[in-house]
């Protein structure tokens, strides 16, 4: 039998973009369904993608992850293909990708953006994607290019399992890190990358959407790797400790008085703040463990991407 394939864009005021997306979709992946998710748009690009032939349907919930979560409960397919409606993405690569998923038994596979248009990439969206994916390429230990990436192509048991929590464009992160939490087996692909169409513009703040990603990806660390995170909370607490605490060991062994007794109780509760921390961290990392365990138990009951 074969595989079901299906197209999900999610789309905010894409009008001017949208219908070029889906026609591209057609054409080099002619048997899949291709889903628009409208998220309120106040412009035409539910009319000119339902014109261009896709199946369109609304997420009121404002935001990038509320669509995605939304399209990944709604729709059923073997291999699910995401992509922004703005025209930046090379569609032409598509196939490439799901081969890759295909070939391989993998999980997912982000197209890792090549700019080929100085007018693709802001500064502060290139500088700062840099950041935040060595960020978390370090914290999980996985040699990635590009996690803020929004074309990939994924497997449905990845799908069906995701926990989306992430109400916009922190969802790409939130993506990534349960892949590499997990343990899936996810690839890279280098994709070219376009400037917008004219009339288009992109809906990220590179301040503010930067600072929620920095922010998602804190508290998936939190999450995910809770021992990691309260042993350097437990860390911090121990050096603010010695900090405050060997003045006065030093002034007590002088004079064999401590006259400086608010001092030396915030001392006290510092240290006993570091070793708190710890045990939280031992008895969390416990909980994700098991929370990890039932999550693998789920994603095993879908078959492997490759079989037919």
Same mark, same amino acid.
């Given at each position: 039998?074969?595989?079901?394939?299906?197209?999900?864009?999610?789309?905010?005021?894409?009008?001017?973009?949208?219908?070029?997306?889906?026609?591209?979709?057609?054409?080099?992946?002619?048997?899949?369904?291709?889903?628009?998710?409208?998220?309120?748009?106040?412009?035409?690009?539910?009319?000119?993608?339902?014109?261009?032939?896709?199946?369109?349907?609304?997420?009121?919930?404002?935001?990038?992850?509320?669509?995605?979560?939304?399209?990944?409960?709604?729709?059923?397919?073997?291999?699910?293909?995401?992509?922004?409606?703005?025209?930046?993405?090379?569609?032409?690569?598509?196939?490439?990708?799901?081969?890759?998923?295909?070939?391989?038994?993998?999980?997912? +596979?982000?197209?890792?953006?090549?700019? /080929?248009?100085? =007018? *693709?990439?802001? @500064?502060?969206?290139?500088?700062?994607? %840099? &950041?935040?994916?060595?960020?978390?390429?370090?914290?999980?230990?996985?040699?990635?290019?590009?996690?803020?990436?929004?074309?990939?192509?994924?497997?449905?048991?990845?799908?069906?399992?995701?926990?989306?929590?992430?109400?916009?464009?922190?969802?790409?992160?939130?993506?990534?890190?349960?892949?590499?939490?997990?343990?899936?087996?996810?690839?890279?692909?280098?994709?070219?990358?376009?400037?917008?169409?004219?009339?288009?513009?992109?809906?990220?703040?590179?301040?503010?959407?930067?600072?929620?990603?920095?922010?998602?990806?804190?508290?998936?660390?939190?999450?995910?790797?809770?021992?990691?995170?309260?042993?350097?909370?437990?860390?911090?607490?121990?050096?603010?400790?010695?900090?405050?605490?060997?003045?006065?060991?030093?002034?007590?062994?002088?004079?064999?008085? +401590?006259?400086?007794?608010?001092?030396? /109780?915030?001392? =006290? *509760?510092?240290? @006993?703040?570091?070793?708190?921390?710890? %045990? &939280?961290?031992?008895?969390?990392?416990?909980?994700?463990?098991?929370?990890?365990?039932?999550?693998?138990?789920?994603?095993?009951?879908?078959?492997?991407?490759?079989?037919?």
């Amino acid at each position: 039998m074969a595989q079901k394939t299906a197209v999900i864009i999610p789309c905010y005021n894409e009008g001017k973009a949208i219908a070029k997306v889906v026609n591209d979709f057609k054409k080099v992946l002619p048997e899949a369904e291709i889903y628009v998710y409208d998220n309120n748009s106040d412009d035409d690009t539910a009319a000119q993608a339902r014109r261009a032939g896709a199946i369109v349907r609304r997420e009121p919930r404002q935001g990038k992850g509320n669509v995605v979560r939304r399209m990944f409960a709604d729709i059923e397919a073997d291999i699910y293909v995401m992509s922004d409606g703005d025209e930046t993405y090379d569609i032409k690569k598509t196939p490439l990708l799901v081969k890759e998923l295909r070939e391989n038994n993998l999980d997912m +596979v982000i197209g890792s953006r090549k700019e /080929v248009d100085l =007018a *693709a990439y802001r @500064v502060g969206h290139r500088s700062g994607n %840099l &950041v935040l994916t060595k960020l978390v390429q370090h914290f999980f230990a996985y040699r990635l290019e590009d996690m803020l990436s929004g074309f990939r192509v994924f497997s449905k048991r990845f799908v069906k399992t995701f926990p989306a929590q992430s109400p916009g464009f922190e969802i790409e992160t939130e993506l990534t890190i349960f892949a590499l939490s997990s343990k899936m087996p996810i690839k890279e692909v280098e994709t070219d990358y376009f400037a917008r169409p004219a009339g288009s513009f992109s809906k990220l703040s590179t301040v503010k959407d930067g600072l929620r990603i920095l922010r998602t990806i804190v508290m998936l660390i939190k999450e995910e790797r809770p021992l990691l995170f309260f042993s350097m909370l437990a860390a911090v607490f121990a050096l603010l400790t010695l900090i405050c605490g060997v003045p006065l060991i030093e002034l007590y062994l002088e004079t064999g008085l +401590v006259p400086r007794l608010p001092t030396a /109780v915030l001392t =006290a *509760a510092l240290m @006993v703040c570091s070793v708190v921390s710890m %045990l &939280v961290g031992f008895v969390l990392d416990s909980v994700a463990n098991s929370r990890k365990e039932t999550r693998r138990q789920a994603y095993l009951r879908y078959p492997v991407v490759g079989e037919e």
